[in-house]
């Protein structure tokens, strides 16, 4: 009978779509209206803080407040996860962030806040993000057979995101108001609460949850250590959160709009976006047989995002570096997301998740609050000249681990 059960079991899950089941497409919906609201945001909140009068410093510490809480909680988030099941942690999530983001447009709108209050609310909505986050890795594998090319599509749906939604809050908030850019972020998340509840997921692997919260959590970090391609990868990503990713929008959105205007910088954006949209398409097709070496490769693209910005390169140059970078994030994202969910028992991805998703945005906020003190002291161009040469160093050390050089995929079912 077992020997049976097991047969029906796999014969259902080959009948199953490779990507486009009915469970995928709800969760494909439920990412992308809430991307290009989380799109629009980062623009929304420098171009808004930026608006009061507080500057780079202003402006890194509302991203920070933020970043913050998703890299202090998120740990909390994977053992949540595993407690209350993924779904139901998202939805929450999703409720939150629609009442977070709802108050702060209606202080924008009505009002002139204070940054303390946009302080507060990123932070909260900083800390459903934590608890949101560790479950999407899980989700995937459950909703296609086909992993990777479900994360390329899904790469693929943000990246059209990230293309539109800069250009979006940029127009709307010069001919409207930065707070209407919050409200549609708010519709964005409800929609994705709804989508998720409709969600239908398959039996999964049994999780053993202990009583102790950090057993829990040891056992997560076990399962991380444990990995040497994993850990190498998370601390170049500290590196790179602390001195390239921290500082990029503070400091990229003063330089390019004090020069070009606000439009022109949600146009490199976009190009970013664009890029990551091509980045996605490649992931589609290509599946190299090491897959975080070809992405490390592919990320040594993302120095001339920085890099353009330093050198006050005119606006096609620009656009042209950061549909380069675009594509380099992407590719490597969707190999290094592919490589987790495929790599990591299943029962153990939640909490292994938090680690990875809470190492990779530990020092952001850092890297943030920091930048403008630091363009003070040495100058905003010369802080993202050194950003890019940080970029090229860190993926030469991710090519020069033997266990990050060497990861080879797993196989996957590859739709006919």
């Known amino acids: 009978m077992g020997g049976q059960a097991a047969r029906a079991v796999g014969q259902e899950e080959q009948e199953r779509p490779a990507v486009w089941s009915r469970g995928f497409g709800l969760f494909f919906t439920a990412r992308s209206v809430s991307m290009l609201g989380s799109a629009m945001v980062p623009i929304a ?6 608006g009061l009068g507080y500057g ?3 402006v890194g510490l509302a991203l920070a407040a933020w970043m913050a809480p998703v890299a202090l909680l998120i740990l909390f988030g994977g053992v949540f996860a595993d407690r209350f099941t993924p779904r139901r942690m998202m939805i929450g999530a999703d409720v939150v962030r629609v009442a977070t983001q709802a108050l702060l447009a209606a202080l924008f709108v009505f009002g002139t806040p204070g940054l303390w ?3 507060v609310i990123s932070a909260i909505n900083g800390a459903a993000a934590a608890m949101y986050q560790p479950g999407v890795a899980s989700t995937i594998p459950r909703v296609a057979r086909d992993v990777q090319r479900a994360n390329a599509t899904l790469r693929v749906s943000e990246s059209i995101m990230m293309l539109v939604g800069p250009g979006v809050a940029g127009a709307v908030a010069g001919f409207v108001n930065v707070g209407v850019v919050f409200a549609l972020d708010a519709v964005g998340f409800a929609i994705s609460a709804v989508c998720l509840l409709l969600l239908r997921l398959p039996p999964g692997s049994p999780v053993v949850v202990e009583e102790s919260m950090w057993r829990n959590l040891r056992g997560g970090w076990l399962e991380f250590r444990s990995r040497t391609w994993m850990w190498s990868v998370i601390l170049v990503w500290i590196i790179f959160g602390a001195t390239l990713f921290g500082p990029l929008i503070p400091l990229g959105s003063v330089l390019v709009g004090g020069r070009l205007g606000d439009q022109a910088y ?4 976009s190009a970013s976006g664009a890029g990551t949209i091509l980045g996605g398409l490649l992931a589609m ?8 070496m070809a992405g490390a490769i592919g990320m040594f693209g993302f120095a001339l995002e920085p890099l353009t910005i330093a050198i006050g390169a005119p606006l096609g140059v620009l656009m042209a570096g950061h549909v380069v970078g675009g594509v380099g994030w992407a590719f490597w994202s969707v190999m290094w997301a592919t490589s987790i969910q495929t790599q990591v028992p299943p029962e153990a991805l939640n909490r292994v998740t938090a680690y990875e998703v809470g190492g990779s945005t530990l020092a952001v906020p850092v890297g943030q609050v920091l930048a403008g003190p630091l363009a003070g002291v040495f100058g905003a161009r010369e802080t993202l000249a050194v950003s890019a040469v940080v970029a090229v160093c860190g993926c030469v050390c991710l ?6 050089r060497r990861l080879r ?3 996957e079912v590859v739709p006919a």
């Open 399 to 404: 090519l020069l681990v033997p266990a990050v």
């Open 56 to 58: 780079p410093t202003g």
């Open 266 to 269: 949600g146009l490199v954006m």
């Open 45 to 50: 909140t420098a171009l808004g803080v930026g």
């Open 409 to 411: 995929r797993v196989a």
């Open 285 to 292: 097709r290509v599946r190299p047989a090491r897959p975080l």
């Open 117 to 119: 209050q946009v302080l």
